[in-house]
């Protein structure tokens, strides 16, 4: 079948998150299985963009209002992320190096969604699916369905992928006149709560709804920003599948980013190297255990709780642990992190901002990786510290409950249930004391590292979806 896939981000080319890992590797999967896919994103001025080439395969142009934007789709010719990528550029509404965080951000993504499908209904072959991811491209589902210009995509089936449901796109019906035309009568698919809610028109419009964990499809119908009625709704058209990881990509045993290869035999010695190149570069005790934490400073991460806790954690265990922490985001937490550099000088440091090799390299050389989320709807962090032999740390919400089972149920990692400083640091407690087991520690490592969550698995999940709404045969 054919497959496009939509979304504001796609790894290597443009990463904000979880998201971008997702769309850079399912689609890769799916083309070895024998689909044609298709990935579409903005053209962003990203290093990824600019170190590559392209080809202009189509121009055209949109309205938005009394706004025109003409726009070209540009195709990376060599096809070296293992899939077809397009980017769809936009040089006044794209040409920037953010992906998001702009005033004109929802006349950025609409143009792209419209954009994207005036190019997808000119060519000569209708796409089988067209997988939405967030709401970025919430209306596609829409228009597919109710646009008159798209008449001829009626046969296309849509899914839309919920990486994050906190975040729903919210515009007033003041920009309505910005979507092509269509008859009114269908405007209600539309209307959440007196607004335009981009996620909330995407899970009513499409054919499917997927989630990025069985656990987080439970969650949103309880927990899901006000739409936990809607979710309940459509349950019937939804799953929760849970992400996989890019083995290519996150193989201690080729991973070029780390100071040492290593497999699940030469783990030992292999971690240990990579932990000493990390601790010499951050000032650290390589004999003590290392907790590192990757990811955004904000609530939902928990990162508003790692400065008290990592100050609490290294005052009780001063002579025992080290803290690392790599990520950026709330400017108050990024300096109450700095401050504790001053306290806890050579058992503790901290690196604001993101580094791909750094982050690998931290996963290589760790022990433990904290994750206090607050919302996890699948997390990544925890599969690809299993994969290089780092004991996740997890509160159990969402992929987490998912995919870490705490070791005094014979699992992989450990776990609390509260997003909570005395959580945390109960977890650290306890992992020190099973650092100093190390039978059961090496034995719990190589268990997590022998777990399959590889793309394949996930890919044929997605498949299986797809073909089913193809079967239906539903408007």
Same mark, same amino acid.
């Given at each position: 079948?054919?497959?496009?896939?939509?979304?504001?981000?796609?790894?290597?080319?443009?990463? $904000?998150?979880?998201?971008?890992?997702?769309?850079?590797?399912?689609? /890769?999967?799916?083309?070895?299985?024998?689909?044609?896919?298709?990935?579409?994103?903005?053209?962003?001025?990203?290093?990824?963009?600019?170190?590559?080439?392209?080809?202009?395969?189509?121009?055209?142009?949109?309205?938005?209002?009394?706004?025109?934007?003409?726009?070209?789709?540009?195709?990376?010719?060599?096809?070296?992320?293992?899939?077809?990528?397009?980017?769809?550029?936009?040089?006044?509404?794209?040409?920037?190096?953010?992906?998001?965080?702009?005033?004109?951000?929802?006349?950025?993504?609409?143009?792209?969604?419209?954009?994207?499908?005036?190019?997808?209904?000119?060519?000569?072959?209708?796409?089988?699916?067209?997988?939405?991811?967030?709401?970025?491209?919430?209306?596609?589902?829409?228009?597919? +369905?109710?646009?008159?210009?798209?008449?001829?995509?009626?046969?296309?089936?849509?899914?839309?992928?919920?990486?994050?449901?906190?975040?729903?796109?919210?515009?007033?019906?003041?920009?309505?006149?910005?979507?092509?035309?269509?008859?009114?009568?269908?405007?209600?698919?539309?209307?959440?709560?007196?607004?335009?809610?981009?996620?909330?028109?995407?899970?009513?419009?499409?054919?499917? $709804?997927?989630?990025?964990?069985?656990?987080?499809?439970?969650?949103?119908?309880?927990?899901?920003?006000?739409?936990?009625?809607?979710?309940?709704?459509?349950?019937?058209?939804?799953?929760?599948?849970?992400?996989?990881?890019?083995?290519?990509?996150?193989?201690?045993?080729?991973?070029?980013?780390?100071?040492?290869? #290593?497999?699940?035999?030469?783990?030992?010695?292999?971690?240990?190297?990579?932990?000493?190149?990390?601790?010499?570069?951050?000032?650290?005790?390589?004999?003590?255990?290392?907790?590192?934490?990757?990811?955004?400073?904000?609530?939902?991460?928990?990162?508003?709780?790692?400065?008290?806790?990592?100050?609490?954690?290294?005052?009780?265990? =001063?002579?025992?642990?080290?803290?690392?922490?790599?990520?950026?985001?709330?400017?108050?937490?990024?300096?109450?992190?700095?401050?504790?550099?001053?306290?806890?000088?050579?058992? =503790?440091?901290?690196?604001?901002?993101?580094?791909?090799?750094?982050?690998?390299?931290?996963?290589?050389?760790?022990?433990?990786?904290?994750?206090?989320?607050?919302?996890?709807?699948?997390?990544?962090?925890?599969?690809?510290?299993?994969? #290089?032999?780092?004991?996740?740390?997890?509160?159990?919400?969402?992929?987490?409950?998912?995919?870490?089972?705490?070791?005094?149920?014979?699992?992989?990692?450990?776990?609390?249930?509260?997003?909570?400083?005395?959580? @945390?640091?109960?977890?650290?407690?306890?992992?020190?004391?099973?650092?100093?087991? /190390?039978?059961?520690?090496? /034995?719990?490592?190589?268990?997590?590292?022998?777990?399959?969550?590889?793309?394949?698995?996930?890919?044929?999940?997605?498949?299986? @979806?797809?073909?089913?709404?193809?079967? +239906?045969?539903?408007?």
């Amino acid at each position: 079948m054919e497959i496009f896939h939509i979304s504001a981000e796609c790894y290597p080319m443009a990463k $904000v998150g979880g998201l971008a890992d997702v769309v850079g590797a399912l689609p /890769k999967y799916q083309k070895n299985a024998g689909h044609e896919v298709r990935v579409v994103v903005p053209c962003y001025d990203t290093k990824f963009r600019n170190e590559n080439d392209f080809e202009r395969v189509h121009q055209g142009s949109i309205s938005l209002g009394d706004f025109d934007f003409p726009f070209s789709i540009l195709k990376e010719i060599n096809d070296k992320l293992g899939y077809e990528l397009y980017l769809i550029e936009i040089e006044e509404l794209f040409n920037r190096s953010n992906v998001y965080g702009y005033e004109d951000d929802i006349e950025r993504f609409l143009s792209f969604q419209i954009a994207a499908l005036d190019w997808i209904s000119s060519r000569n072959t209708i796409p089988d699916i067209i997988n939405c991811h967030d709401h970025h491209t919430g209306l596609i589902p829409f228009m597919v +369905k109710y646009v008159y210009k798209y008449e001829n995509l009626r046969s296309v089936r849509t899914v839309i992928t919920i990486h994050n449901g906190l975040y729903q796109g919210w515009f007033g019906f003041d920009k309505l006149h910005y979507l092509p035309e269509f008859d009114l009568i269908h405007v209600g698919f539309l209307e959440w709560d007196h607004s335009i809610n981009s996620l909330a028109v995407g899970v009513k419009c499409a054919h499917a $709804v997927t989630t990025v964990s069985p656990s987080y499809l439970n969650e949103i119908n309880i927990s899901a920003n006000g739409l936990e009625a809607l979710f309940r709704s459509v349950r019937d058209k939804s799953k929760g599948i849970l992400n996989g990881i890019d083995f290519e990509v996150w193989n201690p045993f080729k991973d070029q980013m780390i100071a040492e290869n #290593y497999s699940v035999e030469t783990s030992e010695s292999g971690k240990q190297k990579n932990k000493e190149k990390l601790c010499e570069q951050f000032d650290l005790d390589p004999a003590k255990p290392l907790f590192s934490f990757i990811g955004r400073l904000f609530e939902e991460k928990g990162g508003d709780l790692l400065p008290q806790a990592s100050a609490l954690a290294l005052s009780e265990n =001063y002579e025992n642990i080290n803290i690392l922490i790599l990520g950026s985001g709330n400017s108050a937490i990024e300096e109450q992190l700095i401050q504790l550099r001053n306290d806890y000088n050579g058992n =503790y440091n901290v690196f604001i901002g993101y580094n791909e090799e750094l982050a690998h390299l931290i996963y290589a050389g760790s022990d433990y990786i904290l994750m206090p989320s607050r919302v996890e709807p699948c997390g990544l962090n925890q599969m690809y510290a299993l994969r #290089y032999g780092t004991i996740p740390i997890v509160r159990r919400t969402g992929g987490l409950r998912d995919t870490v089972i705490d070791f005094g149920d014979n699992g992989n990692g450990i776990c609390h249930d509260q997003a909570s400083v005395g959580d @945390i640091c109960y977890s650290i407690n306890r992992a020190v004391k099973l650092y100093g087991d /190390k039978i059961n520690f090496y /034995k719990i490592r190589k268990m997590g590292m022998g777990i399959d969550h590889s793309w394949e698995r996930v890919c044929q999940e997605y498949i299986e @979806i797809y073909t089913l709404i193809i079967e +239906k045969n539903e408007v």
